[in-house]
């Protein structure tokens, strides 16, 4: 089943012990709730793939792996600009290779890193893995975010149906499961992917699919049209919308930057990927400056504001976020 996007907050995870029966404080049945939700957490893997491992990025990963332990964080990035893994909190590897039968996964402007991920964590072979886009800030621990509802086999930042030609008509066409296209009555139920979690399930289908040629289509579209239509039983779900905070999507084209024509294929300049400068052109408290509390922003890059590794680690270590 795939929840709709009106649907209620979820804010559920596999990683929080459930709630004690009755009035019952024993030691044992604390000691139970908390091994239950080690054991839950440590299934999880955390996936971050960046095009270049730089100081600043490095200090983003290493705000989420500490903040989400027990699970296991890993950074992938080109061979060539890895971090020697010595005395990180997370682990790295080498972004794999991708088939070109996967190409079309890719996205214009993130390029290969989605189905290098999928690629990578389908042979790491852990029940789920979440995948954590180097752009993407939240503004407190990251375990807070990460909450994977009971069940499900797909979390996508937003899931919501859209037009499919007034989204991306290319896409929209050239996305198929099988046989079927991914739309229906010209609708796309697109999975935003800054932070994504998905399933070993999912993961395997995804890849077999994928590497027999029956799958085609960017992620948005192809993985919530595979969960929905070709993978029994699997069921999607959205990150908790109240910890959303300015998450701006379409191949990182700024709405401001789409106004004219002209501008719509613009590659936005340095500074429109600051921080203060989604909460100036799209926050609702614009006029404070500051960004609220154990909320994600995206697109924030490190390239256009190198002490954002700073402000990540000071983030997710404080428990007001501040």
């Known amino acids: 089943a795939v929840l709709p996007s009106e649907a209620p907050r979820l804010v559920v995870s596999a990683c929080h012990a459930p709630r004690s029966s009755g009035r019952s404080r024993s030691m044992r049945g604390l000691l139970r709730r908390l091994a239950w939700a080690w054991a839950g957490c440590a299934a999880e893997e955390v996936v971050v793939v960046s095009r270049g491992a730089t100081a600043c990025v490095i200090e983003r990963v290493r705000a989420i792996a500490l903040s989400v332990m027990p699970r296991e964080t890993w950074l992938l990035a080109p061979a060539g600009s890895l971090p020697n893994g010595t005395g990180l909190p997370f682990r790295v590897a080498a972004q794999p290779e991708v088939p070109a039968s996967w190409r079309s996964f890719g996205g214009h402007r993130s390029g290969l890193s989605k189905p290098a991920f999928v690629r990578w964590a389908r042979q790491r072979r852990s029940p789920f893995a979440w995948h954590v886009e180097d752009d993407a800030l939240f503004t407190g621990p990251w375990a807070t975010l990460l909450a994977r509802p009971p069940g499900a086999d797909l979390v996508a930042t937003r899931l919501d149906a859209v037009d499919g030609k007034r989204w991306n008509a290319r896409a929209t066409s050239a996305c198929r499961v099988r046989d079927a296209p991914c739309s229906r009555r010209g609708d796309i139920l697109r999975a935003s992917w800054p932070v994504a979690g998905l399933s070993r399930a999912l993961l395997d289908r995804l890849a077999a699919g994928l590497d027999a040629g029956v799958y085609h289509g960017t992620h948005e579209a ?25 998450v701006v999507l379409g191949g990182e084209r700024l709405p401001m930057n789409t106004r004219r024509k002209s501008n719509f294929r613009r590659r936005p300049k340095p500074r429109e990927f600051r921080l203060d400068f989604l909460l100036a052109h799209f926050a609702s408290n614009a006029s404070t400056g500051d960004p609220l509390p154990r909320r994600l922003y995206h697109p924030v890059k490190c390239v256009a504001d190198a002490s954002l590794g700073t402000q990540a680690i000071r983030w997710a270590a404080s428990p007001d976020s501040y």
């Open 222 to 246: 192809l993985v919530a049209a595979v969960c929905r239509d070709d993978l029994p039983g699997c069921a999607a779900a959205q990150l908790d919308p109240a910890r959303l905070g300015v």
